[in-house]
């Protein structure tokens, strides 16, 4: 009796493996087109902070000097930190952050950013390349010097990630240190 | 998998699910068979959830010897979760062949894992984006597989290890209809427990004949 009702399943679910496979290919380009008409037509125009809605633009100058603006970023995942240097939590995440950032590639289109609320910093952008050069951080980092973009993107505590997709929608907003592992899984987890 | 705010963090909804399976697990192995069960599965969900978080200390030793606070943000992960589980289920093998385990201390455990993979189910298909399809398949199955292990229980027929059989066959059909890649880490976590599950029956203490122990 058990053995018959086991038997089923397992020939049933490898029955339902073979026709999903001979069926895979049409099946996903269906999908494709509707996700692709439905974010065009219903969802890609409205801005907000919402999941899939189309993230806020922003321009900021990285501690670097040069200019970040989001819009530019379209085609590609991006990874929006908002941190300060006197936030535990935030110094946690940074080795993971560098780790997962220098194993990027180009092929992999992502990119990470992690904008420094400035404004938040007692000692100013001292205190930011002191601490980037302590943690030997790679990656981009925008100041947030009037806390501008961190009030648009509604950020409360700190550290918050917002995960946005190739076609600028918000996938993901997290609240709270991420791993590479996690930073690995979002990124594969997301179009 | 879908993050939800609680509090000032955001949790993944694996978490909440894996939270609620253990809370409802906890009530129903309680009201069914008293105290000292409910106590055990309470210690065995303990034990699983402090190996993980603290499995960071192994899987990612570099970055703790740098940043010890990094014990507190961080948890070991698939790697953490599945140590973790290993390490539990032997101790518990170890416990059912030290205190003999009879029947109802293979049931208990079975019916309480059993819950537990079922809300946890249940949960993750309402938090998480799939077709409605998927999710349908997904509770119906699990839902069907509880009622009758429970119902096997009751009347006395069925073993705990055929049960566990059932139960990777359920999953293993389950599996193919869901997409993810982290469906693939519960899977295999039912593997193992079906595996305990077996072991136990195993190392129990042994009836001279099944009918003498349905007596």
Known sequence: ???????????????????????????????????????????????????????????????????????????????????????????????HMESFYSKLTDEDQVELIAVNVTQSEKLGVSEVENFVDSYELSFPIPLDETAEVTQLYGVFSMPTTYMIDTQGRIAQKIIGPLDEKTLNELIDSMD | MQYYPIGSITVPSSW????????????????????????????????VIIIWKLSVILTDFSTVLHYPLSILYFHGGTVGWLLALSLVGLHTLWQAYRQKWQRIDQWSLLLAL??????????????????????????????????????????????????????????????AFQSGGFLLTTFITTILIGLLLWGIERVSARPISRKEDVQ
């Open chain 1, 1 to 95: 009796m058990i053995g018959y009702i086991i038997s089923t399943l397992v020939i049933g679910t490898l029955i339902f493996l073979m026709v999903q496979n001979s069926l895979d290919k049409p099946e996903s380009i269906d999908t494709s087109a509707t996700t692709l008409s439905q974010t065009d037509v219903a969802e890609a125009q409205e801005e907000g902070l919402e999941q899939y809605a189309q993230a806020p633009d922003f321009t900021l100058t990285t501690l670097a000097g040069e200019t970040v603006t989001l819009s530019e970023l379209k085609g590609k995942k991006v990874i929006l930190n908002f941190w300060a240097t006197w936030c535990p939590p935030c110094k946690a995440e940074m080795p």
């Open chain 2, 16 to 47: 909440i699910a894996f939270i609620v399976g253990f809370a409802i697990t906890y009530l129903v192995i309680r009201y069914y068979f008293g105290k000292t069960y409910g106590e055990r599965i309470g210690n065995v969900f303990f034990n």
């Open chain 2, 114 to 175: 059993l819950s537990w993979q079922t809300v946890y189910q249940m949960v993750m298909a309402l938090l998480n984006e799939d077709n409605l399809f998927v999710k349908v398949v997904t509770i119906t199955m699990f839902f069907l597989l509880s009622i009758l292990a429970f119902w096997s229980y009751r009347k006395n027929v069925n073993t705990v290890s055929e049960l566990a059989g059932i139960w990777i066959a359920v999953h293993f059909m389950v599996s």
